[in-house]
């Protein structure tokens, strides 16, 4: 069986492909391993919701609904290396939900905290879900996920309200039916 002319020539192309990616694996398992080595930028991240709780704890789960109990979001990292960055708001579907930071400066081995009010940029509040925080890095031109998410629920205020010096909401309510 004879081959035609000009198939012949190409008998080196499928070694020469096979070495090339063969060559190309290597140099991706060796630059992952040095990525590997490197510090992380970002450490240290722990969420916790803010507001007056009776026991003191810190839940991870807010709800910004007015009633002081868990209203606000803190979020804490230490950032390794001194760069300009945006820290957002990201939601399941990876749209930008609330800008905290823009172009703001982060010094290296330093804590930081930004607090999120539950609100979308638009001002209103945002829908139950889960969110993350992605911190765009200008200098190192880096785009990074914190780990973990921020559990946002919405609902209306129940019993009395946790903030200091404001009148119960079931006072308040009975003394308005009462007129």
């Known amino acids: 069986m004879e081959s035609r002319p000009g198939f012949r020539s190409l008998g080196w192309l499928a070694p020469f492909t096979i070495g090339l990616l063969l060559v190309a694996t290597v140099a991706a398992f060796g630059w ?3 990525l590997k ?4 930028v970002i450490d240290r991240v722990e969420y916790r919701a803010l507001g ?4 003191g704890e810190a839940p991870t789960v807010f709800s910004p609904n007015g009633d002081c109990k868990r209203d606000r979001m803190s979020i804490h990292f230490r950032t ?3 760069d300009t960055a945006n820290v957002e708001i990201i939601g399941l579907g990876g749209k930008t939900v609330r800008t905290l930071a823009r172009d703001r400066f982060f010094k290296r081995y330093r804590e930081h905290t930004l ?3 539950g609100r979308r ?3 209103r509040v945002a829908f139950t879900s889960k969110y993350r925080v992605r911190v765009t890095m200008h200098g190192e031109d880096r785009e990074l996920y914190l780990p973990g998410f921020i559990r946002l629920h919405r609902y209306s205020p129940r019993g009395p309200s946790g903030c200091p010096n404001v009148p119960n909401r079931s006072s308040a309510n009975s003394g308005a039916q009462a007129k």
Do not use: H, K, Y
Not at 37 to 40: Q, S, T
């Open 80 to 82: 390794t290396r001194s």
């Open 37 to 40: 080595r490197e510090p992380l």
């Open 32 to 34: 992952s391993q040095r």
């Open 52 to 55: 007056f709780t009776a026991n």
């Open 121 to 123: 940029d638009d001002g």
């Open 115 to 117: 607090i999120w009010n």
